[in-house]
């Protein structure tokens, strides 16, 4: 079964760090990108970044950019998201997704993970 | 980078009745446009990608249309678990971006 499953939300005050994680199972990160989506009440879906195994960093959105930096381990199974200098506005339900289309840079996401919930507050 | 906008914003049929979602784009992403449903508590299903194409055991009564900047998301006969948000994005210009939603309320 493909399935990704996030970790490592919690609440943090305004300029901390946290890390994402996200395990891939039932297909290979070599052939897909992952990316990283975010989820809030007012700003609805917004992707964040993405990573690819041959191409390694896709980019990040503006609004993280210089903040946030996405990796992935040796073991070809998981990628994180490191969060720093956190605001408020970074406050989300974090999902990882898998871009459908293999070794494409930008696609749709066909599998996504159940999501991790990050709350930036003082 | 592109925006898209969705209409109407809230819908409420009937089962049975015909919904009609709209998607449009502040300029051309081809057929590069992608649907998904997302419940209460649930992330996004994908339904339908590349403008036209069912994603896997995505029932037969969703259906997608459009190129170009304007396109639909059609549910042929609406059944209750078909309330949901809906959410289209587009896949050709970086970065990927996602409209607001579609409320579909079923009666």
């Known amino acids: 079964e493909v399935q990704l499953i996030e970790s490592g939300g919690g609440l943090v005050q305004p300029g901390g760090s946290l890390r994402l994680s996200c395990v891939a199972s039932?297909?290979?990160?070599?052939?897909?990108?992952v990316h990283w989506v975010r989820q809030t009440p007012g700003k609805g879906l917004e992707w964040v970044s993405g990573?690819?195994?041959?191409?390694?960093?896709?980019g990040y959105a503006e609004s993280v950019l210089g903040r946030f930096t996405m990796t992935r381990d040796t073991a070809k199974t998981s990628i994180y998201l490191h969060m720093n200098s956190l605001r408020s506005e970074d406050t989300a339900l974090y999902y990882c997704?898998?871009?459908?289309?293999?070794?494409?840079?930008?696609?749709?996401?066909?599998?996504w993970g159940q999501g991790t919930v990050v709350t930036v507050s003082s | 980078e592109v925006v898209l906008t969705q209409s109407p914003a809230t819908l409420s049929l009937s089962p049975g009745d015909r919904a009609t979602l709209s998607c449009r784009a502040s300029?051309?992403?081809?057929?590069?446009l992608a649907w998904y449903q997302q419940q209460p508590g649930q992330a996004p299903r994908l339904l339908i990608y590349?403008?036209?194409n069912r994603a896997t055991d995505i029932p037969a009564r969703f259906s997608g249309t459009g190129s170009g900047t304007d396109f639909s998301l059609t549910i042929s006969s609406l059944e209750p678990e078909d309330s949901a948000v809906y959410y289209c994005?587009?896949?050709?210009?970086?970065?990927?971006?996602f409209g607001p939603g579609t409320k579909l309320e079923i009666k």
């Open positions: 990573i690819s195994w041959k191409s390694g960093s896709l």
């Open positions: 997704a898998k871009a459908s289309r293999p070794l494409a840079t930008i696609s749709a996401f066909d599998v």
């Open positions: 994005q587009q896949s050709s210009n970086w970065p990927p971006t």
């Open positions: 039932g297909f290979s990160l070599e052939q897909y990108a």
């Open positions: 590349d403008a036209s």
């Open positions: 300029q051309s992403v081809r057929t590069s």
